[in-house]
Each structure stands twice: as C-alpha cells, then as structure tokens.
C-alpha cells in the first residue's frame, strides 16, 4: 500500500480554520485519498475523500495538490468537538480494506 | 449513529479464558470487517467477510482467534486462552454506501 505522512500533532482555536497536511509522494493514478477521524472511545468516522479535483461536503474540505502527491483537510471553523484524531488514507474509489497509520491528534482549545 | 452496533462495550477477562465480541449491523450489508487497535495506534485489519464468507484474513488473526457470519448478517470474533497482547480495541465496520466505511464504538478488551 502506498504510504502517508502526516503531522503527529496539531492546535487550533476554536472557531478558527484548521488546515491538516497529508503527504503521499507514491500515489498511484487509482489512488482515493480518504480522510477518516475517530474522536475518543469512538471508532473512526468517514469524513471525505476524493480522486484528483477538490472536494467539499458538510464535514470538511479536501484540497488535493495538483501532482497529487499532498493533500490538506480543512475544517473551516473548529469546535471542541472536532478534537479527534485524523487519519489520511490511499485506498481504491469503493470502500475496501484501509490502512490506517498513525494520524494527527487535533487538539481544540477555547 | 453508525450502522453498526458492537456488543459488549468493555470486557475485562483473566488470561487464558475465552472471549467472544459480537458485531450487528443495523440493516443487511454486504461486507464487514474486523479491526483492532492498540493504544496510541491506527486501526489494524484482521478479516473480512463478503456475505457469509470469510475472504480474507490478516497474519494478525493468530490460530487463536476466529471469526464468523453465520447468515450474512451479524458477525462474532472469539478469542481463545486470551493473553495480555491481546488488550486492545476490538472494531467493526460495514460498507456504507460504495465508499466509505462505517465504524462501531467498538469492544474495549483488558485481559489481566
């Protein structure tokens, strides 16, 4: 599976935007990146994904660099309960086995 | 809510007993599968059925455990003689839609 990097750990403001940074140098063509977060005792939730243009829904907004090979999840105005941790994913365009890697721990602050 | 509801919630057992986690679907879904996670880490794979069959299995998944979907609906995960390295988040997940995977709040497993 191709790999992602992203930053251990991240602060926001709440109320503010929240720009989460994925690298993923080795996509391939058919490579999805999808976004998931889980928030604490919970399981991951879905929260977006996309292919190559840029991708809103009412969650988050997904900007996927041109040459694809890095991504940014942007939440336009953070809450407390957006605190969670965000894990970027390359997997096919339907759901199929994922594999997570470590993520970014969101952390809100009043 | 999810679509998935995992039962129970938390589970404290003693090493070497046997534990079973159960995993319903809220409605009839195609494909579901099994993920741990430890502390500090992403979610790992550990199986995966389509309908009743089990079409793929992690070298996680040691001779130990064993899962099943008996009718294609809900799924059980066993564990026998658990051991302390089995502590973990036990998770399932169903395909929702064609696109993304639907989570439970997962199984809380502490083997003392």
């Known amino acids: 599976d191709a790999k992602t990097t992203q930053p251990n750990s991240m602060e926001s403001n709440e109320e503010e935007p929240v720009h989460l940074p994925c690298n993923h140098s080795t996509i391939s063509g058919t490579d999805y990146i999808h976004w998931y977060r889980q928030l604490p005792s919970q399981g991951p939730e879905y929260v977006i994904h996309g292919l190559t243009s840029n991708v809103n829904n009412r969650m988050a907004s997904l900007a996927i660099a041109e040459d694809r090979k890095s991504s940014t999840l942007i939440l336009h105005r953070a809450t407390l309960r957006d605190a969670a941790v965000y894990y970027c994913?390359?997997?096919?365009?339907?759901?199929?086995?994922?594999?997570f890697g470590t993520g970014t721990r969101l952390q809100v602050t009043l | 809510d999810t679509g998935v509801s995992q039962n129970p919630r938390h589970k404290i057992t003693k090493r070497g007993q046997n534990v079973t986690f159960r995993c319903d679907p809220i409605?009839?879904?195609?494909?579901l599968y099994w993920y741990r996670q430890t502390l500090g880490q992403g979610p790992e794979f550990l199986t995966y059925?389509?309908?009743?069959?089990?079409?793929?299995k992690s070298r996680l998944l040691s001779d130990r455990f064993s899962a099943e979907r008996p009718k294609g609906s809900f799924s059980t995960l066993e564990i026998q003689r658990t051991e302390q390295g089995d502590s973990a988040m036990y998770l399932c997940a169903i395909v929702d839609g064609l696109s993304y995977l639907s989570f439970g709040s997962g199984t809380q497993l502490s083997v003392l």
């Open positions: 994913i390359l997997n096919t365009g339907t759901a199929s086995k994922l594999t």
């Open positions: 409605s009839e879904h195609n494909r």
């Open positions: 059925f389509q309908n009743e069959a089990q079409l793929e």
